[in-house]
């Protein structure tokens, strides 16, 4: 709607400034359609991110990842704690590049984790869905 006001305004500014008003509306709707599109798609649980972007090194523990249900393997890592390990794979670590910038959120990011460490002997519980009313985060 913004957009719309903004793109119709009667008068004709100087061309700077248009260009300016239209990237500024481009931008809020770009902000927009992400935080819709956060807000309407269903999360993941941890085994359906596992099994789309992580079972491909983790499953036969291929390039040294921790082997699926390994739990001498997992045993060291899991000890490192949770939040170790979700950072971990959401910047990349060794031969596991980042994940948090794919086609999840931070929170399926986590379930992952947990579904993937407490299948080699973890006992992490499953995190909490964010609050979906919840006012979205500030985006850049
Ligand atoms: C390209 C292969 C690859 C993919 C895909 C991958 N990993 Fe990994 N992962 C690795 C490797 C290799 C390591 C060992 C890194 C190291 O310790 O050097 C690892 C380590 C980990 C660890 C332990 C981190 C730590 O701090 O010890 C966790 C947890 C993990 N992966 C979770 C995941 C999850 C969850 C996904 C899917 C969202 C995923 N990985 C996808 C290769 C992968």
Redesign the pocket.
């Known amino acids: 709607m913004l957009v719309t006001l903004v793109l119709q305004k009667p008068f004709a500014p100087a061309p700077d400034l248009a260009a300016q008003e239209l990237a500024a509306a481009e931008r809020l709707q770009r902000v927009g359609t992400v935080a819709l599109r956060e807000a309407t798609r269903e999360l993941r649980t941890g085994q359906q991110?596992?099994q789309a972007?992580?079972m491909?090194?983790?499953a036969a523990g291929?390039?040294?990842?921790?082997k699926f249900g390994d739990a001498a393997a997992w045993a060291p890592?899991i000890g490192?704690g949770l939040e170790?390990?979700v950072t971990?794979?959401l910047q990349g670590?060794?031969?596991?590049?980042a994940?948090g910038g794919g086609a999840?959120s931070d929170f399926e990011?986590k379930r992952?984790?947990v579904y993937?460490?407490n299948a080699g002997g973890g006992n992490f519980p499953e995190p909490v869905a964010p609050d979906a009313t919840a006012a979205p985060a500030p985006q850049q």
């Open positions: 991110v596992y972007a992580c491909a090194c983790h291929v390039v040294g990842a921790p890592r490192a170790r390990l971990s794979t670590k060794g031969a596991m590049g994940q999840f990011i992952a984790v993937l460490a």
